[in-house]
């Protein structure tokens, strides 16, 4: 059965080759062949097929002897982002061209401890800073999916581009993600799979390239919830190399997906109907909340007064951390250097180092982080985000308190726009494709984006449900429910 | 608040990025227009809140104050764009 085998879901495979009706090299192989095929979606940048298949081989042993982990033999697309030991892990940046890590981020070093099988790594905007993989150094992913009737190469979304359109083309079992402002759920939507950010600190940022160190949180993109369980299951836990990790007990997330959703409360924010949304997405929000009111849950009408604060807060904190974290790439330690002339000092190879190594967008927010903490401003832009962000935070705990259990909103506010569509916009206008997702990384809750539909022009629209800190085994059984209800089983169309 | 070419300027030498003169209005004018999309912060009222530390209260775990690595001068270097005997090289600093 291992033809096809890279379209099968991570508890499906698991399943399989635990009854030894496939082995882990030949899923593995299937996963190289449907990658090399692929390459027009640009989604694989850096291919890892001896590992590959040196891990396979290890797992088949593990599953011969019986009792292996759930990930045991499961190829893995892995983003660019996580720092992977001998491998080229860039961040989709020239500044970092080049840079192989000595050491194995903590998430990584998990999954391939439990088994898991790296493919190699995927596209994605570069520092994690865009919404649409048009960032990165690698030129854009494409999206497999195409509006009826149009071959537009259309976005993948971002910041976790590559990893969607991967997972979205069966190239990978699932893939790893990570999500500042919204790079996992708005590809996953982008896309039509599911993507889930965990609470701030459930998942350790060790050897994750840094972007905002408070709002950074990694997670899976999958094909399934339950794959998404299996798979956050193995990537969270309390890791002393990270000091914001917290030392919480990881519950069975998969154990946790009983269907059952009777009694809950389910929260719908009224500031997140914005003016101007689309019908479409109107319609698919109301779709969802009668399918969650069908499955026996309680809706209820919230507020969260604070909602249209949240994405110019996160474009002062954002930036903010990563002007100090960025300060790092100077042409010193590892990357790029830039080709000095007679006479250039010290500070010379510094500017000319990173402004050759960072891209626009990155240097755009290099620049207005250090505005907003420069001497004089700090106050002004910074501390008062950081407030706002309180009372962001505060919105949720208020609604939280009246006994909602999950709150739904729409993932995007549209479906996936075209590559370059977006090209002469504001800067503003591409981060307003975040106004859903931005909130969730601002108050520190987990948050996943379900595909529940798709639009008039046949591509996929996702819902979001959010979740109460550290509750992400309740959350998911609620995006489970939502997935069984909505039945979304659409694919993109083979066209690469 | 508008920058002006000026603060352009200061901005890009202080985050250590080389913009060409010619290429300073532009860069002031993005500037600008993510400020002014910040601004909205600005009819919040935020007297008597504190800034956000984290998403639950958690104490910072200590650890034993011992070495726990150490002898990896090869991995350290293995990267950089310049090493010799043993150190990063840069250009001279001191005259």
């Not at chain 1, 006479?343 to 000319?352: A, N, S, V």
């Not at chain 1, 506010?413 to 975040?434: I, K, R, T, W």
């Not at chain 2, 993510?34 to 958690?58: A, K, R, W």
């Amino acid at each position: 059965m291992s033809a096809g085998a890279n379209t099968l879901t991570v508890a499906a495979a698991r399943d399989a080759l635990r009854r030894r009706e496939l082995s882990a090299v030949d899923l593995t192989m299937a996963c190289l062949t449907a990658m090399d095929a692929a390459d027009s979606l640009n989604a694989f940048v850096h291919k890892t097929p001896e590992i590959a298949l040196a891990q396979a081989r290890a797992a088949d042993a593990r599953l011969a002897a019986g009792a292996a982990p759930d990930l045991c033999g499961i190829p893995l697309g892995i983003k660019d982002l996580f720092c992977t030991r001998g491998v080229a892990s860039q961040a989709a940046s020239n500044i970092l061209r080049g840079f192989r890590p000595e050491y194995e981020s903590t998430v990584t070093s998990q999954l391939f401890a439990a088994g898991a099988v790296m493919l190699g790594k995927l596209n994605m905007d570069e520092f994690a800073m865009g919404s649409s993989n048009e960032t990165s150094c690698y030129g854009d992913a494409v999206n497999p999916w195409r509006r009826a009737g149009d071959d537009t190469a259309l976005t993948p979304g971002g910041s976790s581009g590559g990893s969607a359109s991967a997972v979205a083309a069966d190239l990978c079992l699932a893939a790893t993600g990570t999500d500042t402002g919204g790079s996992i759920r708005q590809p996953a939507a982008f896309t039509g799979i599911v993507g889930i950010k965990p609470t701030y600190g459930r998942v350790s940022r060790w050897g994750i390239i840094a972007f905002a160190s408070s709002l950074d949180q990694a997670g899976p993109m999958t094909k399934t919830v339950r794959d998404a369980a299996l798979l956050l299951g193995t990537m969270a836990g309390h890791d002393p190399k990270d000091s914001t990790s917290a030392d919480l007990p990881v519950p069975d997330f998969e154990a946790a997906l009983t269907g059952e959703i009777r009694g809950k409360t389910i929260g719908i924010p009224r500031e997140y109907r914005m003016d101007g949304m689309p019908a479409e997405i109107e319609a698919l929000w109301a779709h969802g909340t009668a399918m969650l009111k069908d499955a026996g849950a309680r809706i209820v009408d919230i507020s969260l007064p604070h909602t249209k604060y949240a994405l110019p807060a996160y474009y002062v904190i954002a930036p903010a951390e990563a002007s100090s974290n960025l300060a790092r790439y100077d042409g010193v330690r590892y990357g790029h250097r830039a080709k000095l002339a007679q006479g250039d000092g010290i500070t010379e190879m510094y500017e000319k180092t990173r402004a050759e190594g960072f891209g626009k967008e990155v240097q755009r927010r290099v620049m207005i982080g250090t505005y907003v903490l420069s001497a004089g401003f700090y106050d002004a832009y910074y501390n008062r985000a950081r407030k706002v962000r309180a009372l962001i935070k505060r919105d949720f705990e208020q609604a939280f308190a009246t006994g909602v259990d999950a709150i739904l909103t729409p993932a995007t506010p549209s479906s996936a726009f075209g590559l370059g569509e977006m090209a002469h916009a504001d800067p503003v206008e591409m981060y307003l494709n975040d106004v859903f997702t931005v909130t969730v990384n601002l108050a520190g809750l987990p948050g996943i984006a379900v595909p529940v539909g798709l639009d008039a022009k046949g591509l996929p629209l996702g819902l979001q449900l959010i979740g109460r800190p550290w509750q992400e085994a309740d959350l998911l059984n609620h995006a489970y429910v939502l997935e069984q209800a909505a039945g979304f089983v659409a694919k993109a169309q083979k066209w690469w | 608040m508008s920058i002006d070419i000026e603060t352009a300027r200061r901005v890009a030498k202080l985050a250590r990025i080389r913009v060409d003169e010619a290429d300073l209005p532009a860069l002031a004018g993005e500037l600008s227009g993510i400020l002014q999309f910040m601004e909205q912060l600005n009819e919040v009222d935020v007297t008597g809140t504190e800034p956000m530390t984290s998403v639950t209260p958690m104490r910072l775990k200590r650890r034993a104050d011992i070495v726990t690595d150490g002898n990896i001068q090869g991995a350290i270097l293995k990267n950089a764009p310049d090493a010799r005997e043993g150190f990063f090289a840069v250009p001279k600093v001191v005259e």
